[in-house]
C-alpha cells in the first residue's frame, strides 16, 4: 500500500520506530526504503496499517522483535592513502574519442524552458548516453549549467519522468541551464537485474562516473553553455555518489548535495566515498534531514563533511526537520544562494 500515508511497524530500531511504505508527499522510491521516527512523530503523513488475527496467540514472536541495522563506525574507519588512492583514480580514466553528439528532439512548448533530448557516445563499449538538456527562456547565453545527479528511483524509473521538474525546475526557472544524464542504470539505461555482488556493483559505479565526465566533455562542445560554470547536484543516492565524482572530476565549479551521506554499508575500496571524500576539493553545500535515517546525523553525515578535502570556508552543511525527505522550499532558497556565490548570478 504505497504512497498514501507512511505505515508504523511494531519493530524496534534503537529508540525508534519503523515506518514504512512513503507518504503521499515523498518521492516513490520511498516505497522501498527503510525508514525510522521516534513513535511520537505525529506528522501529517504518518498512519496505520491495521490487522485482524483469528488467533493472537499464533502470531511468531520473531516478528515483534527489534531489527537492528548495520552500521559502520567512520570514527575509527580511515582513507587510504593518497599513494593508493591514484591507483583507484586511474580506474576512472578513458580516451577522450569523439562524443559523436545528436540531438534526437527538441521540445518547445514550455514557457519557462526549451529541451532537448541528446545521444554522445559513452567512454566504454560501444554505448551511448541518453541525456535531456533544459535551456532557459529567461537568461542570456552563455548558460551556467547544473548536472544533475538523481535519487535512487532513477534506477527503477523507466523513463526520465516531467514530474521531476517540480523540483528541478527552480534551478531552470532561475536562469540555469539542467543537463540531466541517463547514466548506467538509470532511466532509460535502466538494468535488467542489480548487480549480483560487490564486484558488479563497482563496475556499475566507475562506468556512471565515466559518464559524468564525458557529460561534462560534451558541455564543452556547446558554444551556448558556459563550461567553466558547472554545478554538481546530487539527490540522496546521487549524493551517496558524490565524492566519487568530484575527486575525480575537478571541472565542477561548486556543488549541491540534498539528503547525501556516507554508506552504511560496506563498499569496495575502489569505489567507497571515504576514500574519495578527502580528495574533494569543490565549495559543497550539505543539505540534510536531522531525522534521516538512511543517512543519520552521527553515524554518516557529519563523518562525510568531517573528511571532505574542501577548506572550511567552501563547505557547509545545514539540517532541516525532517528525515531522509523534508520540505524543498528552503532548501531551494539555500540552494540557490549557494549557486550564486561561487558561479555568479545568471544574466
Known amino acids: 500500500m504505497a504512497g498514501n500515508v507512511k505505515e508504523w511497524c511494531w519493530n524496534e530500531?534503537?529508540?525508534l520506530r519503523y515506518i514504512?511504505?512513503?507518504g503521499w508527499n515523498e518521492?516513490?522510491?520511498?516505497?522501498r526504503g527503510t525508514d525510522a521516527r521516534s513513535p511520537f512523530d505525529r506528522s501529517a503523513t504518518n498512519g496505520f496499517r491495521l490487522m485482524k488475527l483469528p488467533d493472537p496467540s499464533a502470531l511468531p514472536q520473531a516478528s515483534l522483535r527489534p531489527i537492528e541495522e548495520l552500521v559502520r563506525n567512520y570514527?575509527?574507519?580511515?582513507p587510504v592513502t593518497d599513494e593508493l588512492f591514484k591507483v583507484y583514480q586511474g580506474l576512472y580514466a578513458y580516451d577522450r574519442t569523439d562524443l559523436r553528439p545528436i540531438v534526437e528532439s527538441v521540445d518547445d512548448s514550455s514557457p519557462a524552458w526549451r529541451v532537448e533530448r541528446?545521444?554522445?557516445a559513452a567512454a566504454y563499449g560501444s554505448e551511448r548516453i541518453i541525456a535531456c538538456l533544459f535551456l532557459p527562456k529567461n537568461a542570456a547565453k552563455p548558460y551556467q549549467t547544473v548536472v544533475y545527479f538523481p535519487h535512487s528511483g532513477g534506477l527503477y524509473q523507466r523513463t526520465f519522468q516531467p514530474a521531476e521538474m517540480s523540483y528541478l525546475g527552480f534551478l531552470v526557472q532561475t536562469g540555469r541551464a539542467l543537463l540531466v544524464p541517463m547514466y548506467e542504470g538509470t532511466y532509460e539505461r535502466r538494468l535488467a537485474a542489480p548487480p549480483a555482488g560487490p564486484n558488479a556493483t563497482r563496475d556499475v559505479f566507475i562506468q556512471e562516473m565515466k559518464d559524468v565526465s564525458r557529460s561534462l566533455d560534451y558541455l564543452e562542445t556547446r558554444k551556448d553553455i558556459d563550461s567553466n560554470n558547472v554545478a554538481y547536484f546530487g539527490v540522496s543516492y546521487g549524493a551517496f555518489l558524490a565524492p566519487l565524482s568530484l575527486a575525480v572530476e575537478k571541472r565542477f565549479k561548486a556543488a549541491v548535495l540534498w539528503s547525501g551521506g556516507f554508506?552504511?554499508?560496506s563498499l569496495p575500496p575502489e569505489v567507497d566515498p571515504i576514500n574519495f571524500a578527502p580528495h574533494v576539493k569543490t565549495?559543497?553545500?550539505?543539505?540534510?534531514?536531522?531525522?534521516?535515517?538512511?543517512?543519520p546525523v552521527e553515524e554518516s553525515q557529519k563523518p562525510l563533511y568531517r573528511l571532505l578535502g574542501t577548506s572550511e570556508p567552501d563547505k557547509r552543511q545545514v539540517l532541516y526537520p525532517g528525515g531522509h525527505i523534508f520540505p524543498f522550499a528552503r532548501i531551494k532558497k539555500d540552494t540557490l544562494d549557494w549557486l550564486d556565490r561561487y558561479m555568479g548570478i545568471p544574466r
Do not use: H
Not at 570514527?75 to 580511515?78: A, F, H, L, P, S
Open 27 to 31: 518521492p516513490n522510491y520511498q516505497f
Open 20 to 22: 514504512l511504505g512513503g
Open 283 to 295: 565549495p559543497l553545500l550539505m543539505a540534510n534531514g536531522a531525522d534521516d535515517f538512511t543517512f
Open 118 to 120: 541528446i545521444t554522445y
Open 263 to 265: 554508506p552504511l554499508r
Open 13 to 15: 530500531v534503537r529508540n
Open 75 to 78: 570514527r575509527k574507519e580511515k
